[in-house]
Each structure stands twice: as C-alpha cells, then as structure tokens.
C-alpha cells in the first residue's frame, strides 16, 4: 500500500507515460496536418466525442467500483485476521490451565501464538505468490517446518498443527471440550478468510470488460482531435491530452485495485498488518518487540513509504 503526504507527479504520470506519448504525437500530427498542410479538413461534431466520453465515464464508473470493493474485501478479510489472532492468544493465555506444569503450559502457549504469527506471515506471501516459507524459522520449532514443507499449501499445513495440539491440549486435560470447541471457531474463522483471500486472488477481473473499456478509450482519444481542432487549433493538443490523461489515470487505478495481492504500492499492505499481529501478540505475550524500519532519506516536502 502507499502511504503518503503529497504524491509525486512523476509517480502519477509514470503509470501512463507511454500512453501520453503516443496521444501527444498523435494530436501534434493531425494537428499540422490539420493546419499547415491542409492534407485533411476531417472534422467531426463536438458532440460525437461527448457523447462517446459520457459513456466511457459510466463503464469506467462502474469497473473501479467494482474494483474498489474488491480491494475492500481483502482488506477487510485481514482486519478480521488481526481480530482472530489476538481473540487466539487471548484464548490460549486465558482457558489454558496446567497446574502440574505451569512451565510446559507456557511453552504450549507460545507454541501455539508464535505460530499464529507465521501463519500471517506464510499467508501473506503465499497470497503473493512467493516463498511461503521464507522467514517462519524464526518462530516456529524446526520440527514444524519438517513438517509443514511436505504442504504445498504452508497456511493450511500451520492450522493443522494448531488443531492438532488444540486436540491434545484437549485429551491432557488443559482445556475443557467447550473452551476447545470456542478455540476451534477461531481456527476455523482463519481458514475461512484464507478462503476468502483465496478467492478474490484465484478470481480474474474479467478481461473481456476490461479490453472493451480499453478500445472504448483509445476510439475516444482518435476521435477528439477532430471534434476540438476546429474551435481550437494548435490548443487542441494540450487539450486533447489532459482529456486523455484523466480516462488513462481512472483505468490504470482500477486496474491496480483489483488485484490487491500482486506486491504492488496499491496492494493490500499484508506484511505491515503481520507485523502489528507480531508485535501485539508478543506484547501479550510479555515478549520484548521492537522493529525497526530504514527509511532512507526523504524530500522535505515529499514523504512516500512503500510498506508491502
């Protein structure tokens, strides 16, 4: 996700810079033909394009709403998984009762947390198609990673441990079938929104919507210069390409909501949301967590952070 003070225009027209080329050079060419060379007189009513444009506005309208809520529902299915791991440690710090053994019971309760915090970490990166595994040795015992590589799903191979020790927590006497059937809800509401992640990343935007729109755009764009270069001459390049700018930036953004698990600045900022539940989990925890970011130097007046 990028957090920001003032968003650079250079990352704004970035995006489309091929795109303002292109129609800069288009708009300058029919312009001077246009003109000086009087090799074509085309001109075409202003409300041709007007109305062309109106319509396009609606469809683009339409696409980052959908879009947006796309972004929304990954966002909110995170929002839900900071809930859960906490409301998990909660639990285990709370239910767990061994009073043969209050040091195996600590243990089994920062197995089972510290393990939570990598199920974060391996589903955010799992979601991002990179290596899941990457990292989790730092918080779950190598005998769970033995165990987890023969997953090709790391997310799901980690809730089965959780449940398995649940069950034996269970079985020893630690937790009472209740206080095991409430901490089995939690484990089930995180599979429930790795299904829900699972969902929007596996479902494509469909394409064919998208490339109409596309075309709808460019037919706009080559159609404008001969409704404006009447009333404007030489003017109507300018115009013509902030015109264009504007229908460019508005596609370009739905198309990066979307898909809010590509790595992207616009993405669903995952691995900062882990490392709140890092840090809150370990705090409760009464672990000591301190992380520290390098950020590199800034412009005074700029401030961009790209937290992925």
């Known amino acids: 996700m990028l957090l920001k003070e003032n968003i650079p225009a250079k990352y704004i027209f970035g995006k489309i810079s091929k795109e303002i080329m292109i129609v800069a050079f288009y708009a300058t060419i029919i312009t001077v033909l246009y003109s000086n060379f009087h090799v074509t007189r085309i001109s075409i009513p202003i409300a041709v394009p007007t109305i062309l444009g109106t319509v396009i506005s609606l469809l683009l309208a339409f696409k980052s709403n959908q879009a947006y809520d796309r972004w929304w529902e990954a966002r909110t299915l995170w929002g839900a998984i900071v809930n859960d791991s906490r409301s998990l440690t909660r639990q285990l710090l709370t239910f767990v009762d061994n009073p043969y053994g209050a040091e195996d019971e600590k243990v089994f309760c920062e197995r089972l947390a510290r393990?939570?915090?990598?199920?974060?970490?391996?589903?955010?990166?799992?979601?991002?198609?990179?290596?899941?595994?990457?990292?989790?040795?730092?918080?779950?015992?190598?005998?769970?990673?033995?165990?987890?590589?023969?997953?090709?799903?790391?997310?799901?191979?980690?809730?089965?441990?959780?449940?398995?020790?649940?069950?034996?927590?269970?079985?020893?006497?630690?937790?009472?079938?209740?206080?095991?059937?409430?901490?089995?809800?939690?484990?089930?509401?995180?599979?429930?929104?790795?299904?829900?992640?699972?969902?929007?990343?596996?479902?494509?935007?469909?394409?064919?919507?998208?490339?109409?729109?596309?075309?709808?755009?460019?037919?706009?764009?080559?159609?404008?210069?001969?409704?404006?270069?009447?009333?404007?001459s030489f003017a109507t390049i300018p115009l013509v390409i902030a015109i264009a700018c504007s229908f460019f930036l508005i596609e370009k953004m739905s198309i990066h909501l979307q898909d809010p698990f590509e790595n992207k600045p616009t993405d669903t900022p995952t691995t900062t949301i882990c490392r709140t539940i890092e840090r809150d989990i370990k705090q409760m925890l009464k672990e000591n967590y301190r992380h520290e970011e390098k950020v590199g130097a800034h412009n005074s007046k700029v401030k961009m952070y790209y937290i992925l």
């Open 115 to 232: 393990r939570q915090i990598a199920w974060c970490y391996a589903l955010s990166r799992h979601l991002r198609g990179q290596n899941p595994l990457e990292g989790l040795e730092r918080l779950i015992i190598a005998e769970d990673m033995e165990y987890i590589k023969n997953y090709s799903n790391i997310p799901v191979a980690l809730l089965e441990l959780q449940g398995s020790d649940l069950r034996n927590a269970y079985k020893l006497g630690w937790i009472n079938e209740y206080q095991q059937v409430q901490m089995d809800k939690t484990l089930t509401n995180f599979s429930n929104q790795m299904g829900g992640c699972e969902r929007i990343k596996n479902t494509v935007f469909p394409v064919t919507y998208s490339v109409y729109i596309h075309f709808s755009i460019i037919l706009f764009v080559m159609l404008l210069p001969f409704g404006l270069i009447e009333f404007f």
